[in-house]
């Protein structure tokens, strides 16, 4: 039976206002679940993106919506939206490695730049503003599990910290334009999310893995695979955020939102040879430099203030996953040992995930 997207949503609210909600970065994988979800919700959205690691595909579906606009921009230049701007939620910035290092001053501009020019039309239009931080401000942490109060362990001068950098930097802007012009500001520091809509081969654990396994080529792990993440899959997080921007204007963050429980990354190349049932090999590989070794939140604040927990079981989450990927990379679906997607959904309907998503509301 297919579970019906808005059923799981609705979960997160009641937000009964509406707003005109700019979502930058909204034709990327989390922005494009994040513009779905405001939609459903009643608010206007306009999808600001330069389309640089995100995809119009990712937001086909929305481009006859009548509350739905497209801008193409690239948010190191200011941003002008006409009328009023009642949310702004800054996603704009690749989030891959792969993508990240490619053009790193590119990166590095567009989380500092971009920060400020999106916190300077929030200022102008009395918008709250939601910035999708990053557990790797926490770097190659000392401390395992990380809270907010860890101030972190980055490598300011490696090949990440364009990245790592950039987003510290930009939640520093933040919290300036909030102690000097008093903006609204919400910082959430995302840890690895999941889920359909994610890029083929961007080197990030699930997608990589997954596709690899559906083609039957060797899985590739950097490192001896001890090493640990912690997998949000894409709807607890979307939750997450919605729920933290409209929690009350003294909740700034930062925040962590992400799943505390913690998988070693050979742990979860097994759990989708198993789920897919391929026969694909490990192919082991030198870790790259500054590559965390441990990764996990602690969620306590996010559970306190906002009400949130993850919902979704990572074997629940990684079969939808694999679902997707399973079309996109052209696979027959019988040729895999997954259903297809509305199957998929469906195993959500078991009555223990059924319980857990009523931690959101
Ligand atoms: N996916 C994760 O696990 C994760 C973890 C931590 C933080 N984040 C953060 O969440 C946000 C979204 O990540 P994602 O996984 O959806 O990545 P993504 O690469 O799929 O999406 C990023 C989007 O931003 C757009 N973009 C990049 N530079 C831009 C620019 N200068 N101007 C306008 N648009 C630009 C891209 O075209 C893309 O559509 C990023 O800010 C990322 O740092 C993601």
Redesign the pocket.
């Known amino acids: 039976m297919k579970v019906d997207r808005r059923d799981r949503y609705r979960r997160a609210g009641p937000f009964p206002e509406r707003h005109r909600t700019v979502v930058?970065?909204?034709?990327?994988?989390?922005?494009?679940h994040l513009c779905d979800r405001l939609l459903q919700r009643g608010d206007s959205v306009i999808c600001?993106?330069?389309?640089?690691?995100?995809?119009m595909d990712?937001i086909r579906a929305l481009l006859n919506h009548p509350k739905f606009a497209f801008q193409r921009?690239?948010?190191?230049e200011p941003l002008a939206v006409s009328g009023p701007v009642d949310r702004i939620y800054?996603?704009?910035?690749?989030?891959?490695p792969i993508?990240?290092q490619r053009d790193p001053i590119?990166?590095l501009?567009?989380c500092v730049l971009?920060a400020a020019n999106l916190l300077e039309l929030a200022n102008a239009k009395g918008s709250r503003i939601l910035q999708?931080?990053?557990?790797?401000v926490y770097g190659d942490p000392e401390i395992h599990p990380q809270p907010e109060a860890y101030v972190g362990h980055v490598n300011p001068i490696g090949p990440r910290a364009c990245?790592d950098e950039g987003?510290r930097a930009a939640e520093a802007l933040f919290f300036d334009y909030r102690r000097t012009h008093e903006v609204a500001i919400k910082v959430a520091?995302?840890?690895?999310?999941?889920g359909p809509?994610?890029?083929e081969e961007?080197g990030?654990v699930v997608s990589n893995f997954i596709v690899q396994a559906l083609r039957g080529e060797p899985i590739t792990i950097y490192g001896s695979g001890a090493q640990t993440r912690s997998f949000?899959f894409i709807d607890d997080?979307v939750a997450g955020l919605e729920l933290l921007m409209e929690s009350p204007e003294t909740v700034t963050g930062p925040c962590n939102l992400g799943n505390p429980e913690e998988t070693s990354v050979e742990e979860i190349a097994r759990r989708i040879l198993a789920l897919t049932g391929s026969r694909s090999g490990i192919d082991l590989r030198p870790l790259p430099q500054d590559d965390p070794k441990r990764r996990r939140p602690v969620i306590d604040r996010a559970a306190e203030t906002l009400g949130w927990t993850p919902k979704i079981r990572l074997e629940d989450g990684l079969r939808e996953t694999i679902a997707y990927f399973s079309l996109r990379v052209g696979q027959r679906k019988d040729e895999v040992n997954v259903a297809n997607i509305e199957s998929a959904r469906a195993r959500r309907r078991s009555p223990r995930s059924h319980d857990v998503e009523r931690a959101h509301t």
Do not use: W
Request: proline share 2%; with cysteine; net charge positive.
């Open positions: 930058t970065g909204g034709a990327g994988f989390i922005g494009s600001v993106d330069v389309l640089q690691t995100g995809s990712n921009h690239d948010v190191r800054n996603l704009a910035c690749p989030a891959s993508h990240y590119g990166t501009k567009t971009g999708a931080s990053t557990s790797e990245y987003k520091r995302i840890f690895n999310t999941y809509r994610m890029l961007d990030r949000c997080l």
